[in-house]
């Protein structure tokens, strides 16, 4: 049984039923709204930022985690490795700055969130947060004037910044019962109204692929990594009891996916999304793991947490697609081409 209200609408919202009839209503509003705040882009009373450089926003239609930031990782680390110079931005979500900033190595989750800097620690490239994403590709612009190309972690409905390539990313949830909030689980309608010139492409993360998308494939790492900076093949851990904790948006498929390597988990702790983990203690002598996300915010307390990598890649056919875009994409702003 459901013991939090939002297991409860996860589980509504994975068909219609009764709940879902009952919030209907509600989800007319949310048309209206979403509506509205399209008219007043088009209309002219909001405007939208328009990049020297294109822009990819890696985003979700369905609320919850679906495997971006992963995604995200992958396609920084690939796009680096062909000769781009990537920026990419975020909304820092689960942190307490205020204003656009630019995430270091220094910084800390609670002020500049959990994911933000876990991309920073992975990619080391330029990262700004803000909740004006414009505002924050602006100033990762400035900083960073020789940037090629900006990558967005979420941002498909954030319409302040135009974006030239979107990819949806969807988890094994499809489109739930497809309905919008608060009925169903969808930020917007799917098929999603696409602004003239944007390129989408849709991407799958779990085992149930969405009709034209592509799988990505996703496996944790054979090692884990401590704090102090220690790495140990997750073999050596067989035939020994451990403990795991996560706070990510369905932590039982990290918990799954650590028993399927062989770790025998003996105790098991899972917090919301997002959590600071801030009052977490370790609940007995067994060593620790955690995902790369918690870890950015046990180290500073607990640099014992063994963190496991979560490995991402996206398939040959996705890049032959991309590319030619990017390429056109660049030439049009000016650019050479990578």
Not at 122 to 136: D, S, T
Not at 163 to 185: E, K
Not at 247 to 257: G, K, V, Y
Not at 287 to 309: G, I, R, Y
Request: glycine content about 8%; overall charge neutral; charged content about 15%.
């Amino acid at each position: 049984m459901p013991t939090r209200l939002s297991d409860f609408l996860l589980d509504a919202w994975r068909k219609s039923g009764p709940v879902a009839w009952c919030l209907l209503p509600f989800t007319l509003l949310s048309h209206a709204y979403i509506g509205l705040v399209k008219l007043a882009y088009q209309w002219g009373w909001k405007s939208t930022v328009k990049l020297p450089v294109p822009v990819i926003v890696v985003g979700n239609v369905m609320v919850g985690g679906t495997g971006k930031t992963p995604v995200v990782i992958h396609l920084a680390q690939r796009l680096t490795q062909m000769g781009w110079r990537v920026g990419v931005i975020a909304r820092g979500y689960g942190g307490h700055h205020a204003d656009c900033t630019e995430v270091t190595q220094q910084s800390l989750a609670r002020e500049v969130g959990d994911e933000a800097l876990l991309l920073k620690h992975r990619l080391g490239l330029p990262v700004f947060i803000g909740k004006r994403r414009a505002q924050a590709a602006l100033q990762l612009m400035q900083t960073y004037p020789q940037t090629q190309l900006i990558i967005s972690d979420d941002g498909l409905q954030h319409l302040a910044l135009h974006h030239d390539i979107a990819l949806c990313i969807f988890d094994d949830r499809g489109l739930g019962n497809g309905y919008l909030l608060p009925a169903g689980p969808l930020r917007e309608s799917w098929p999603r109204q696409l602004s003239e010139g944007v390129v989408q492409m849709t991407v799958h993360t779990g085992s149930k692929p969405l009709e034209g998308s592509l799988a990505a494939h996703r496996q944790l790492a054979g090692y884990a990594v401590n704090g102090l900076g220690e790495q140990r093949a997750l073999h050596t851990w067989q035939h020994q009891t451990v403990d795991a904790l996560a706070a990510i948006a369905q932590p039982e498929l990290f918990f799954s996916a650590l028993r399927q390597t062989g770790l025998l988990l003996a105790h098991t702790q899972a917090f919301p999304d997002h959590d600071s983990l801030g009052y977490w203690q370790p609940h007995s002598a067994n060593n620790v793991f955690c995902t790369e996300k918690d870890a950015v915010k046990l180290w500073p307390q607990h640099p014992e947490v063994w963190a496991v990598p979560l490995q991402c890649d996206l398939p040959a056919v996705f890049w032959e697609e991309l590319m030619p875009h990017l390429h056109r994409l660049s030439l049009a702003h000016g650019h050479q081409t990578a």
